[in-house]
């Protein structure tokens, strides 16, 4: 039968004690920051959906924006304008979606903020105040853009003002409220998540 041989570097003969260190502990005892980070993680998948669902708004009010332009008269609408139209609300839908997912999302992360009232960091270098706070800028803003949205949804079908139309898929296209590069980039670099393109 064999033995296992014993390590000459381990033996107490030659002045090598073997001491045991002692492995850090999770400092997150009640699991805030394994919860914060579930918060901002959900943020940033409900901001991917609602870059996801702008674009396919934007191509919806573009092809509202060509067929209005040079397809319709002062009594007559395209029949192609209703499938747009219905196309463009599912979307504003989504839209409306997302912006109750990052309600949702905001709240958690405020009542996160009242567990952790210092300014502790919580994940990495952020505490829990300043999550909540980004999270509240991204919630307002996301609010404003989902109610700019639906107005346009409501409205350009029937425009026939060739200028507004331009302003309207502008205004969809681009963010008005919402900075995508501010802080919330920060925070998801933070967290190890990519940006939000």
Partial sequence: MSRT????????????NFIP????????????????????SNLHGLLLD??????????????????KLYD??????????QPLAESLLDAAD???????????VNRQLQAMARLQPGDDPVISTWSASQISRTASEIHLAIDKEYKLKYIITENIAHCRDENLIEVYVSSWEFNLYLDLEGNASY???????PPVT
């Fill in 50 to 67: 609602w870059v996801r669902v702008q674009s396919k708004g934007t191509k919806i009010c573009r092809s509202i924006s060509s067929l």
């Fill in 72 to 81: 319709c008269d002062d009594g007559y609408y395209p029949q192609a304008m």
């Fill in 21 to 40: 260190k002692e492995l850090p502990s999770n400092k997150d005892v009640n699991g805030i920051s394994r919860t914060v980070f579930t918060h901002v």
């Fill in 5 to 16: 041989p014993m390590k000459a570097t381990a033996c107490p003969e030659n002045g090598h």
């Fill in 187 to 193: 925070l998801f670099a933070e967290v190890g998540l």
């Fill in 94 to 104: 989504s839209l409306k979606n997302i912006n109750e997912g990052v309600s949702i």
